[in-house]
């Protein structure tokens, strides 16, 4: 399942949570190990570029995606999901920039025609001058006052609102008009680097100016309220399914693709309805059955990049037999990282000792990445000397200490197999060094409670990046900006360092960018020395389309319009 949050920074999938990337580098030279990826021969797009007067006008692309939205405003708090936020609006939102092969973000001139930053006395000021032909499907013009409503919704200031995050907006001052209403002059605080990330897109004020309709007047697609090369035209709750169509009130290029279909259905199913042409794209396909069977159909192209998503532990340091940073050391030397790959991984095209993963924030081959996880290699004597050291004593198969054993309860997400496949693993490595581990049966559709709740010892799941790998430190590892006492709402470890509170503020204000990726490798350094959460692998996006299918496909960060996807000639 991919139910997830995103924003500028990070995504929460069930079975998979997603953190970003930046500039990951092409590296040259062919593929050592034969015909499996390796983190580093994964290229950075597969997606069969191919200009428009070679792809078909009509047609209808029919997509997968986990979960049905029951709202439409992906910057509320409970509607910040993959499924909207970056699949279904790519379609029919405001996608105000590109990202790049490379990541880089620059304006979609469908919305922006051009941006301009100023900084003086360390105050940042961005100008954008707007496209005049981009309106809402209402037919309004999109203006500064769309602009000016959506910072005031996500702004924090005005706690009936509730939006996803306030990062980004709570740095701005103020969001006032150019000299028409299509320039906007937004002014900051301090500098900002990652400002983009907070504009990716923009809402209709009539959609965000109070409240009420901020929070609960998104419960159906109001067509007027979207600005994209397509329209919604249908939800089908019976089937699970979202029709939209070409838009006729779209400004830019014409939609070459008549109609889109998004149907709602878990991973399993979605590689036999490919299989079976029933649909016409299977993602994310990350077990080998599901690659196997995505195989089989007679025109099947499967395309495949690096990806940003990354499996992961998360520890809860608050709870009893894990409060103590020694024990989460000495467990983390237990715990056998490039088995539980090689296991999770099995029968997949990829190395997975090419996988294994050593940053919190960057890719292998990213700029900025470095491999900082050196004091948690896989050595299971150091782990039970640190236990020894922090009191826990072997007593017949477990450890115990003042008449309790060491016991570590592991939600595992039923019917997420990573999930069973590496609490069984865990648990395996555990009794090697006399840790008791529970297994915990967890529904899968609780995940988001039993993180919030913080009612987990330890948990795996996925995060999922985006184009911003610095864009918001404070969001899964740092205390809330209202109080340094609160860990965030996405730390679910509940750990606040206080090294890491005095280097957020510079990482998210150092506009050097070398210095930038310094300063977050140095919190990338105490988080793996506090032991919050660990890194597994990195995934390879594996995705399976038709062969003539065009301007669609995997990729680390690049995106494609819309309106340029569709079928060879």
């Known amino acids: 399942m991919r139910k997830t949050l995103t924003t500028a920074v990070a995504a929460l999938a069930v079975g998979s949570l997603v953190l970003t990337g930046c500039g990951q580098k092409n590296r040259s030279g062919g593929n050592q190990n034969g015909d499996k990826t390796t983190s580093a021969s994964a290229p950075l797009a597969a997606l069969n570029i191919k200009p428009r007067d070679q792809v078909k006008d009509g047609g209808t692309l029919r997509l997968a995606i986990s979960t049905l939205p029951t709202s439409w405003n992906p910057m509320h708090i409970d509607n910040n999901l993959v499924d909207l936020d970056s699949i279904i609006w790519q379609f029919i939102g405001a996608n105000n920039f590109d990202i790049a092969e490379d990541g880089t973000p620059k ?18 000021v961005v100008t954008l001058h707007l496209n005049p032909k981009a309106t809402w499907n209402s037919g309004r013009t999109i203006d500064y006052t769309d602009y000016q409503a959506t910072w005031k919704s996500s702004n ?19 969001v006032e008009k150019g000299d028409k209403n299509t320039d906007v002059v937004i002014k900051y605080k301090s500098t900002y680097p990652d400002w983009t990330a907070t504009w990716r897109n923009v809402m209709p004020k009539e959609g965000v100016s109070d409240p009420d309709t901020f929070n609960f007047g998104w419960k159906k697609p109001n067509p007027d309220w979207f600005a994209g090369p397509f329209i919604p035209t249908k939800v089908d709750q019976t089937s699970k399914t979202l029709t939209v169509k070409r838009n006729d009130k779209w400004w830019g290029d014409k939609a070459k693709l008549d109609t889109v279909t998004f149907k709602a259905m878990d991973d399993a199913a979605k590689t036999k309805a490919f299989a079976n042409k029933e649909i016409d794209v299977a993602d994310t396909i990350i077990t080998k ?53 090689k296991s999770d991984l099995a029968g997949m095209p990829v190395s997975p000792d090419t996988l294994m993963l050593g940053n919190h924030f960057f890719m292998p081959g990213q700029a900025g990445y470095r491999d900082n996880s050196a004091d948690d290699t896989y050595d299971p004597e150091a782990a039970k000397k640190g236990l020894d050291e922090a009191g826990w004593k072997m007593q017949g198969d477990y450890r115990i200490k003042d008449g309790k054993t060491l016991t570590i309860n592991y939600a595992e997400l039923t019917g997420v197999p990573t999930s069973g496949n590496e609490g069984a693993l865990f648990k395996q490595d555990m009794a090697k060094i006399g840790v008791r581990v529970n297994l915990v049966n967890t529904p899968a559709s609780d995940m988001e409670k039993v993180l919030t709740n913080h009612s987990f010892d330890v948990i795996a799941f996925t995060w999922q990046g985006t184009p911003y790998p610095m864009a918001n430190v404070r969001q899964i590892y740092g205390a809330t900006a209202a109080d340094s006492t609160q860990p965030s709402q996405s730390n679910f470890s509940q750990l606040i360092d206080p090294e890491v509170e005095k280097l957020i503020p510079k990482v998210d204000t150092e506009s050097d960018v070398s210095k930038r990726r310094e300063l977050a490798n140095q919190v990338d350094k105490i988080i793996w020395d506090d032991v919050m959460t660990l890194p597994l692998y990195r995934r390879i996006s594996f995705t399976a389309v038709p062969k003539n299918l065009a301007n669609f496909g995997a990729a680390t960060f690049q995106t494609v319009h819309a309106e ?5 000639k």
Do not use: C
Request: glycine letters at 8%; charged letters at 30%; aromatic letters at 8%.
């Open 564 to 568: 340029d996807i569709g079928f060879q």
């Open 289 to 341: 059955d599901g690659y196997e069977t995505a195989k089989k159909r007679d025109d099947a192209d499967m395309r495949a990049a690096g990806s940003l998503q990354w499996r992961h532990f998360t520890f809860n340091t608050k709870s009893a037999n894990l409060s103590n940073k020694d024990v989460r050391q000495a467990i983390v030397k237990g715990i056998n990282r490039p088995a539980i790959a």
């Open 107 to 124: 304006p979609n001139p469908n919305y922006i025609e051009s941006a301009k930053v100023d900084t003086k006395d360390g105050k940042q």
């Open 156 to 174: 924090g200031e005005n706690d009936e609102f509730l939006p996803s995050t306030t990062d980004g907006f709570k740095q701005i001052t103020s």
